[in-house]
């Protein structure tokens, strides 16, 4: 599976952002996810979405300002995020497991299967 993210750029304190996943391939038990690196730190975790259920889950750092969706037609997974501060500037993955993942383990990066290029993302203030 290969996986594309794309919508990355410059945005001011404030402002808001979509980036969005393209997938080669989905299928319904797959989960899909949003991680965030900066530089010198670990991957963090943002979001995931069930492909066939479209169940979400969010890390509380972002719940209430990004919102994970899922396209089934288009096989994308976008990452909307609103009230966009300097904090959240950092490159941003998408990821897929293939369906074993368990609720525990949906925040660590090493579990999940496949991984995008990533987009940065910059915020200015």
């Known amino acids: 599976v290969q996986l594309q993210a794309s919508g990355g750029g410059l945005v001011q304190a404030g402002g808001s952002l979509r980036l969005s996943c393209a997938a080669s391939?989905?299928?319904?038990?797959?989960?899909m996810g949003w991680f965030r690196q900066i530089p010198g730190k670990e991957r963090e975790f943002l979001a995931n979405?069930?492909?066939?259920?479209?169940?979400?889950y969010y890390a509380n750092s972002v719940k209430g300002r990004f919102t994970i969706s899922r396209d089934k037609a288009k096989k994308t997974v976008d990452l909307q995020m609103n009230s966009l501060e300097p904090e959240d500037t950092a490159v941003y993955y998408c990821?897929?497991?293939?369906?074993?993942?368990?609720?525990?383990?949906?925040?660590?990066?090493?579990?999940?299967?496949?991984w995008g290029q990533g987009t940065l993302v910059t915020v200015s203030s």
């Open positions: 979405i069930r492909w066939g259920s479209g169940n979400t």
């Open positions: 391939a989905t299928s319904y038990n797959y989960v």
């Open positions: 990821a897929a497991d293939k369906g074993s993942i368990i609720r525990s383990e949906f925040m660590n990066f090493a579990q999940y299967d496949y």
